[in-house]
C-alpha cells in the first residue's frame, strides 16, 4: 500500500472516529431533550452515513438501560469476525469480547498475527475449519495473555500437542476437537482449573495416565469421542465429582472397564456410548450410575429394544437407539420407564408392515419422537397411544419415502410444535392441510422437491418462526410470499437452492441483512446465485452485501464496513447503503429487530 493511499485510509478512520464523538455529543442531548425512541432513531440515522475503506476496522457502539453510552474503534484479524459488547462501568471496560475465524485454512504465521492483533481481554477466541479446508497449526504460548478468556475453540486445526506451559485461569471452556493430540498428560491441565467443559473428541488418544484430569476438579462435561482408546486406566475420573456428562463414542472399550468406571462417576446423568460396538448391554451395570438421564447407545449392533435394562434407571428421560438394525418395536417395549425423547433413526422399522406392534409406546408420554431415516412409506399417529398423542412436541420423519402431506401423518397430535420432513419426496404444499400445522413453530422441508408456496402460506403456517427450505428448487419467491410470509419468519435456511439473483436481490438482501447474527446457523456462506449467468456459482451473501449489505466486522473482502451497535442488550449490525435499489419493488417489506448471535457454548 503507497504512504497516500495509507494517508488517505487512516484520515477516513479519523472522520469516521470524529463523527462517532459526535454521536455521543448528540446522545447526550437527545436523551435529555427527546423520547429514547427518538434518540435511538438519531443515532442510527448518523451510524449509517459512516463508512470506511478500513475493512477490518469497525466502530462499536453501545447504549445501556440507564441512558450510557460507549463508544470504541477496534481492529479485527483478516479474515476473522469480531464481536465487542460493550457496558457502562465504572471503569469503562469491556463486558465482553469475542473474535470467530471459521474460513479455515489458516498456517501458523496467520494464527500469530491472528493472536497479534486482537486485545489481550478477549473472553472468546473460537477458531474452527471447514473439514474440506483444515487448518495448519501449532499451539502457541502467546495464548497465555488473555487473561480473561473463558471459551477457547481450536478445532480442525491439525493441532499436534498442548502446551504444557498452558496457563489460562479463568478459562470455562477448551475445545479442541478434530486435531492431531495423540498424548495428554496431568501438567497440561494445571494452569486451567475453572474449566467446565473440555473437548478433545476426534483426535489421535489411545492411553489416558491415571489421574490425567485430577486438576479439573470443576470439569461438568469431558468429551473423548472418536479417538483409539481401547483401555481405560485405573481410576481414571476418580475425584472429578462434578462431572455429569461423559462422551466415550466411537471408542472400543470393554463393558468390564466401562463398568469400572461407572463405580467411579455415580453421579453422571449423561452418558454416551455410541457406536461402541457393543453387541449387547447384557454385561454392562448401567445401575451403577441411577442419576442418569441421558444414554446414547447408537450404533451398537444391538438387533432390539433392550427393554430391561432401562427399566432400572428411574431418571433416564431420554435415549438414543439409533442405526441398531431394530426391525420391530414390540408391545408396551419402554413401559414403566420415564422416557421422553426417543430416538430410532436409521433403523429398519420400514422392512416389515408390522413394525409397530399394537400399543408399542403404551406407558409412557412421549414428547420427542425420531424415526428418520426408516425407509418409511407412510406414518400414522395413532401407533403412538392416545398419551403420546396428546403430548409430542417435536417429530422427526426425515429420510423417508413420504411423498404427501396426509392427515394421518398429524392427526391428534396436538402439542405438536416441530415437524421434520426432510429428505423425503415432497414435491408440493396442499392448498389446505390438517389444523395441526396451525401450530407448528419450526417446520424442516429442507431436501425434497418444492419450487413454491401457496399464496396463503401465511394462513396455513401462522404460528411458524422457523423453516428449512435449503436444497429444494427455488428459484425466488413471489413479491406476496416473501412480504407476507417469509419475512415474518425469524429464520429461514434458503442455502443450496437455485437462485435468481435478479430483480428480488433487493429485498432477499433485506432479509438476510436483518438476521444476519444467524448468519452461521442458517449457512448463508452456502447460498448462491444459479442466474444470471454472470453471477452462476457466486457466493449469494457477496453479491448481496457487497457494499450494500453492513457487518459488525469484515469476513475476508465481500463484506463491507459496518458498525456494531448494542442496544438493550441486543448486538447487531446497522448496514451501509442497505437500501440501494436494484429493482422497482415495494418498499413496505416488514421489518424485524435483528437478532442476538446464537450462544458460543461448547455442545455435544
Known amino acids: 500500500m503507497s504512504l497516500l493511499s495509507l494517508s488517505f485510509t487512516y484520515f477516513k478512520l479519523f ?77 469503562r471496560r469491556y463486558r465482553s469480547s469475542s473474535v470467530f475465524c471459521h474460513q479455515g485454512d489458516l498456517s501458523q504465521d496467520h494464527f500469530f498475527n491472528i493472536i497479534r492483533q486482537i486485545p489481550a481481554n478477549i473472553t472468546t477466541l473460537d477458531i474452527e475449519a471447514p473439514r474440506e479446508r483444515p487448518n495448519r497449526l501449532l499451539w502457541d504460548d502467546n495464548l497465555n495473555r488473555f487473561k480473561q478468556l473463558k471459551v477457547l475453540r481450536l478445532v480442525n486445526s491439525g493441532i499436534p500437542a498442548i502446551s504444557r506451559a498452558l496457563k489460562l485461569h479463568s478459562l470455562e471452556v477448551l475445545d479442541i476437537r478434530g486435531n492431531n493430540i495423540d498424548h495428554v498428560s496431568i501438567s497440561m491441565f494445571s494452569g ?61 472399550i470393554s463393558s468390564a472397564q466401562l463398568n469400572d468406571l461407572f463405580a467411579d462417576v455415580k453421579q453422571l446423568k449423561r452418558l454416551e456410548l455410541n457406536y461402541c460396538k457393543l453387541g449387547s448391554l447384557s454385561r454392562l451395570r448401567l445401575e451403577r450410575i441411577p442419576r ?29 437407539l439409533a442405526d441398531n438394525g431394530i426391525l420391530e418395536i414390540t408391545s408396551q417395549a419402554f413401559s414403566a420407564s420415564n422416557i421422553k425423547h426417543l430416538f430410532l433413526a436409521k433403523n429398519r422399522l420400514g422392512h416389515s408392515p408390522n413394525a409397530f406392534h399394537s400399543n408399542c409406546f403404551g406407558g409412557i408420554s412421549l414428547h420427542e419422537l425420531d424415526l428418520s431415516y426408516n425407509n418409511l412409506q407412510h406414518f400414522q399417529s395413532t401407533i403412538l397411544g392416545r398419551t403420546s398423542q396428546a403430548s409430542i412436541e417435536t417429530l422427526h420423519l426425515s429420510g423417508n419415502r413420504i411423498q404427501h402431506f396426509d392427515p394421518k401423518l398429524t392427526s391428534n397430535l396436538i402439542a405438536l410444535k416441530h415437524l421434520h420432513l426432510a429428505e423425503n419426496d415432497i414435491h408440493q404444499i396442499p392448498a389446505q392441510l390438517p389444523s395441526e400445522y396451525a401450530q407448528l413453530l419450526f417446520l424442516n422441508l429442507s431436501s425434497n422437491a418444492l419450487q413454491t408456496f401457496p399464496d396463503h402460506a401465511r394462513q396455513l403456517f401462522p404460528s411458524l418462526i422457523r423453516l428449512d427450505i435449503s436444497n429444494n428448487l427455488f428459484s425466488s419467491f413471489s413479491i406476496s410470499i416473501l412480504h407476507n410470509f417469509i419475512n415474518h419468519l425469524d429464520q429461514v ?7 435468481d439473483c435478479g430483480c428480488l436481490i433487493d429485498e432477499l438482501k433485506r432479509h438476510m441483512s436483518e438476521r444476519y447474527g444467524y448468519r452461521w446457523e442458517l449457512r448463508y456462506e452456502h447460498a448462491r446465485c444459479a442466474t444470471p449467468e454472470d453471477l452462476h456459482g457466486a457466493f449469494n451473501e457477496s453479491v448481496l452485501s457487497s457494499q450494500q449489505l453492513g457487518a459488525s466486522s469484515a469476513i475476508g473482502t465481500g463484506i463491507g464496513y459496518g458498525i456494531g451497535v448494542r442496544i438493550g442488550g441486543m ?34
Open 571 to 604: 448486538t447487531t449490525a446497522v448496514p451501509s447503503n442497505l437500501d440501494s435499489p436494484i429493482c422497482a419493488l415495494s418498499s413496505s417489506t416488514p421489518r424485524m429487530p435483528p437478532p442476538p448471535p446464537p450462544p458460543i457454548l461448547a455442545t455435544f
Open 493 to 499: 435456511y434458503l442455502y443450496n437452492n437455485p437462485w
Open 192 to 252: 486451567v482449573p475453572s474449566l467446565r467443559v473440555l473437548n478433545l473428541a476426534e483426535n489421535l488418544l489411545s492411553v489416558l495416565p491415571t489421574g490425567v484430569f485430577t486438576y479439573l476438579r470443576n470439569m461438568e462435561t469431558l468429551s473423548l469421542a472418536y479417538n483409539n482408546i481401547t483401555e481405560l486406566s485405573a481410576s481414571l475420573l476418580r475425584g472429578n465429582e462434578r462431572l455429569e456428562s461423559l462422551h466415550l463414542d466411537g471408542n472400543r
Open 292 to 320: 442418569l438421564s441421558r444414554l446414547g447407545l447408537a450404533g451398537n449392533r444391538l438387533g432390539s429394544v433392550p427393554s430391561v435394562i432401562f427399566r432400572s434407571l428411574a431418571h433416564l428421560n431420554t435415549l438414543d
Open 15 to 91: 472522520i469516521s472516529t470524529l463523527l462517532g464523538y459526535i454521536l455521543l455529543s448528540i446522545h447526550l442531548l437527545t436523551t435529555s431533550i427527546f423520547p429514547k425512541s427518538l434518540s435511538l432513531l438519531l443515532h442510527l440515522l448518523i451510524i449509517s452515513t459512516i463508512t470506511t475503506s478500513a475493512t477490518h476496522t469497525h466502530l462499536t457502539i453501545n447504549t445501556n438501560a440507564n441512558g450510557g453510552v460507549s463508544l470504541i474503534h477496534s481492529s479485527c484479524p483478516s479474515g476473522c469476525e469480531c464481536e465487542h459488547i460493550l457496558e457502562r462501568d465504572d471503569q
